[in-house]
Structure formats: structure tokens, C-alpha cells
């Protein structure tokens, strides 16, 4: 199975501020990775879809690049309702894996 | 509108069953992939497992930890996915998901339904 390492584990920051989460695979996934947000008590929601491909309906602040291994999901400009957590998830191989989360958190 | 609304959740004791339903609407359920996926209170999401399309041949797949306790179906005629959990753990407590790559996106999990509670317990 695929491996994944999210970084940072948390981190905390401010309304405006740029914010970038990284997402490593233990192996090459092409462009094959989708991130997630989830807030307390919600499902998770859909933002990126192969590495950088906005879902439909998310804001354009978000934004996802990448390939191979190494991943980054950056939100360029922090809006209050972004304070929440976010997953990355390998959808090269089966099966599919999640990573360990990245909670941001106001500062 | 696309929904995806489970049920059945609830309190059973280890070494007990449940069976979890996820009803679909707003889309062709009898094409859709759907998975289910968990996550344990205060932790990440897991995947469970998941079932393809009968024209796909409708075959199971599961995730190690419950491979051999949980079975995974589907009853188009009703547009409900299903999953029955036998032999359950402590460990197996969790809100449990089931979700669908509705757009074909590649695997990447575009609806999602709220969750039902699972919490196993003496």
C-alpha cells in the first residue's frame, strides 16, 4: 500500500494570511491525488481533484499542484470560513489512502 | 439535487453486528462505484471498502482491518448501498460514510452523505 505524509500535522494562521499544506507519497501517484476540507461534525468536501483541478463550486483561493510525490495544497488568502482540516487522498492505486490530516487553526 | 443518506447506526456490543444502509437519489445509483469510508472519533478518514457497478461486475473490495467481517452490497431496485459489519470491535467505532466519484474524476470522492454513528461498546 501507498503510504502518505501530510505536513504540518497543524497550523495556525490569520485571515489574509498564505497557507500551504504538503502531502508526500511514499511512491509515484502521477497526478493522481485529491485534497479534502472538513469542518467539526461535516463530511469531507471535495476541493481538489487530480493534483490541481478545482472541484466545481470552491473557491479560486484554493489551489493544488504537484506531481510524482510531493504535493501542495495552498490557500492564497485565509477567509474565516477556512479554518478546518484538510486531507489529501492517493487515487493512483488501490486502495485508496488518506492522509493523516492538517488542521489550520486561527491564529 | 444528488443525496446520500445513511442509516442504522448505533451502540452494539463487541463481537455484535449492524448493518449500515446509505440511500442514493438524484443520480443513476445503478452506475456509481460507492464506497464507504470511517473515521474513529478525534482521527483521519479511512477507507472501508467498495463496490462497483454490476455492469462493472459488481465485485467487492475491503480494506485489511475489517477483510472477512464486513461484506459490502447494493440493491439497485431501491438505489441503496449497503454494509453489513459482523465480529465488530471496539476499534471499529466510528462515524461511517458513504460516498461515490460521482463526476468520474478519478477516484477522488466528489459526494459524500452526513454519516452514521457507529459506536462499539461493553
Known amino acids: 500500500d501507498i503510504q502518505m505524509t501530510q505536513s504540518p500535522s497543524s497550523v495556525s494562521a490569520s485571515v489574509g494570511d498564505r497557507v500551504t499544506i504538503t502531502c508526500r507519497t511514499s511512491q509515484g501517484i502521477s497526478i493522481w491525488l485529491a485534497w479534502y476540507q472538513q469542518k467539526p461534525g461535516k463530511a469531507p468536501k471535495l476541493l481538489i481533484y487530480g493534483a490541481s483541478s478545482l472541484q466545481s463550486g470552491v473557491p479560486s483561493r484554493f489551489s493544488g499542484s504537484g506531481s510524482g510525490t510531493e504535493f501542495t495544497l495552498t490557500i492564497s488568502s485565509l477567509q474565516p470560513e477556512d479554518f478546518a482540516t484538510y486531507y489529501c487522498q492517493q487515487a493512483n492505486s488501490f486502495p485508496p489512502k488518506f492522509g493523516q490530516g492538517t488542521r489550520l487553526e486561527i491564529k | 439535487e444528488v443525496q446520500l443518506v445513511e442509516s442504522g447506526g448505533g451502540l452494539v456490543k463487541p463481537g455484535g453486528s449492524l448493518r449500515l444502509s446509505c440511500a442514493a437519489s438524484?443520480?443513476?445509483?445503478?452506475?456509481?462505484?460507492m464506497s464507504w469510508v470511517r473515521q474513529a472519533p478525534g482521527k483521519g478518514l479511512e477507507w472501508v471498502g467498495r463496490i462497483k457497478s454490476k455492469t462493472d461486475g459488481g465485485t467487492t473490495d475491503c480494506a485489511a482491518p475489517v477483510k472477512g467481517r464486513f461484506t459490502i452490497s447494493r440493491d439497485d431496485s431501491k438505489n441503496t448501498l449497503y454494509l453489513q459489519m459482523n465480529s465488530l470491535k471496539t476499534e471499529d467505532t466510528a462515524v461511517y460514510y458513504c460516498?461515490?466519484?460521482?463526476?468520474?474524476?478519478?477516484?477522488?470522492?466528489?459526494?459524500w452523505g452526513q454519516g452514521t454513528v457507529v459506536t462499539v461498546s461493553s
Open positions: 438524484g443520480f443513476t445509483f445503478s452506475d456509481a462505484w
Open positions: 460516498t461515490t466519484d460521482l463526476a468520474l474524476i478519478g477516484d477522488a470522492f466528489d459526494v
